[in-house]
């Protein structure tokens, strides 16, 4: 489904558990994918999983909190040492429903500076938890949702003027 987008995009994996969705993202011809986990035993099959593949570039690990994790690269974004994102996934565990308003109420607000002009940034959920349809600059422009999940997709907002 992101296929088109994928190939040359600078990709950020948000909660990214085994590292799945962004060696996925790799394998599509994604020019750099930024993974962010801070779970120890998650953070260790990420590890073992790209070594697995042969994988040894073109990635960066966070090993930190997400949210602490887009202040600091908001912050190196400001000082003209980071790249935007094109793509952003977020997948975070299911009991944590507070993450989704606080990660993507970054992405719309202070960490914005994070995600390209026509970043897309999408968020894996249950499909009974109810994401808003705004969180600041983002928008949501899909809803699909199969089974127990639903993928929400954001895209930012033009300022207006």
Known sequence: MLAPRIQGAAFLDLYAGSGAVGMEALSRGAASVDFVEKAPAALKV?????????????????AAAVGATLRKMQAACDARRAVAFDLVFL???????????????????????????????????????????????????????????????????????
């Open 91 to 161: 997948d975070p565990p299911w009991d944590a429903a507070r993450e989704y308003a606080t990660t993507l109420g970054l992405l719309g607000g202070a960490a914005a500076g994070l995600l390209a002009d026509d970043a897309l940034v999408i968020a894996e959920h249950r499909r009974k938890e109810l994401l808003e349809d705004h969180y600041g600059s983002l928008t949501r422009t899909r809803l699909l949702e199969q089974g127990d999940a639903a993928l929400s997709f954001y895209a930012v907002t033009p300022c207006l003027p």
């Open 46 to 62: 990420l590890r073992s999983n790209l070594e697995r593949l042969g994988l040894t570039a073109g990635f960066h690990i966070h």
